[in-house]
């Protein structure tokens, strides 16, 4: 594999954006501009997501208020998923309901058990404006439906309730990283 095809090795790491940050909880604008600066979006949060050890990064975890994100995400036999979407649309979510422990880089060293349905549907873009649809299923369904809420304005912390919620906010509250 020549070095240039290894997405995110020639992007740059960008601070990320952390929960209590008013472009997490914001709708993200659709992409109009297939041009390069698209191109380097997407190769600098595939070079954050990279550093930060994550499975997938919304372009508003870096202060991007668009509609991009980027994933490298196995399912639940192991099967790597990489890529990237652009003006992504959530067309299914169905299945069974799995709660499972869920984190996310805005939110760091923290996870709580989060209801997410077994199998998920995307349809976007990539960079180039080429129509793409990614199906997940298990683990990578869940990467899917995160990645999407973030660009709609949610985070994982929103579908919590009752206790698992309570315990959340407690630990965020204690966190280094909250402001």
Sequence with gaps: MRHGSIPGAHGRVRP??????PVLHARCAEVTDYGPELSRLVEDLFATMYAAEGVGLAANQV???LRVFVFDCPDDDEVRHLGHVVNPRLVTADGVTLRGPEGCLSLPGLEAGTERYDHAVVEGFTATGEP?????????ARCLQHETDHLDGRVYADHVTGWRKRRLM???????WHR
């Design 16 to 21: 990320l954006t952390l929960l209590g940050d």
């Design 63 to 65: 202060g991007e208020p």
């Design 132 to 140: 793409v649809t990614i199906h997940g299923t298990g683990f990578f």
């Design 170 to 176: 407690r630990q965020v509250a204690k966190s280094s």
